[in-house]
């Protein structure tokens, strides 16, 4: 069953979103050649700290560390480790997550770390944001989860891919709907499965994280041995964009973003809605 918010739940769940924001805030800024992926690590539980906020991966199904930090092939799911040391030219997503009074916060965002990044790489980040902030349109009421997927996907398709060929939009790992847990009902695939059908309507209350992961090359993937590092299965690289989105009365809340989506949307033509923390 998908869980509808009351006004006074999203207002609790924008407030974990801007602490989310704030970890990736500090995070980007840290995330430069010599830096491990545990320093990291490290940036985003003091952040918590200062919040007063829980981590939401820290510990989920046995994950070991407060954030997700996949570098170049990895897709997600990485886990940060004194091992991995970023480079110039490396691209780096991360994914994180908080909790305040038991209501939950999920964002990502691809980095790039120091220069010399092909424009291949920059266009593959550009296209995943852009498919993202695609899907966040379509949270509108009267449409259905089916109509994110394909917002998501025909953005994605509708972009030429530098060299040719075409994005890999990552099959296995999708969006999902969030609140009193990180990972609830429904599941949103980043593409339209007929078999799937419509999915639920989208009403007021309604809360999703909304997340494409696309690669230069395929679309499959693959589990290391540590059972949760998730790489592209012919080692392209790939990019990783999240936010989490409530759709109120007013239109779309963008929960993990500072402004609320309020820029973004302008220019899509849709108006955010207000932020209950203003």
């Known amino acids: 069953m998908v869980q509808i918010k009351s006004p006074e ?14 970890i990736h805030a500090a995070t980007r ?30 510990g989920y199904g046995g994950f070991p560390a407060t954030i997700c930090t996949s570098v170049n092939e990895v ?46 790489l920059v266009e593959l980040s550009r296209v995943t944001e852009e498919s993202m902030w695609a899907g966040i349109a ?17 953005y994605i398709r509708r972009q030429p891919k530098p060299g040719g060929g075409k994005y890999g939009i990552i099959e296995d790992y999708g969006g999902h709907g969030i609140g009193t847990e990180m990972h609830m009902d429904p599941h949103l695939l980043n593409y339209v499965d007929r078999k799937r059908g419509k999915g639920p309507k989208l009403v007021p209350g309604f809360c999703l994280a909304i997340e494409p992961m696309v690669s230069l090359g395929t679309p499959r993937t693959e589990v290391l041995e540590d059972e949760w590092t998730v790489v592209t299965t012919d080692g392209t690289w790939s990019s990783h964009w999240e936010h989490s989105v409530a759709l109120t009365e007013q239109g779309p809340l963008v929960l993990t973003a500072v402004d609320g989506g309020k820029a973004k949307l302008a220019e899509l033509g849709i108006t955010a809605a207000p932020d209950p923390l203003a």
């Open 9 to 22: 739940q999203i207002a609790k769940m924008r407030e974990a979103g801007l602490v989310v924001a704030a």
């Open 29 to 58: 800024e840290a995330a430069v050649p010599g830096a491990t992926t545990r320093d990291l690590d490290q940036v985003a539980r003091k952040v918590l700290a200062e919040h007063d906020a829980k981590p939401n991966f820290l």
């Open 75 to 120: 897709v997600v799911h990485g886990i940060p480790s004194d091992d991995v040391v970023l480079k110039d030219g490396d691209v780096i997503s991360i994914d994180c997550g908080a909790i305040i009074d038991g209501w939950h916060g999920d964002a990502a965002y691809t980095a790039f770390v120091g220069s010399g990044h092909s424009p291949e």
């Open 138 to 154: 379509a949270m509108k009421q009267g449409n259905r989860l089916v109509d994110v997927s394909r917002a998501i996907e025909t």
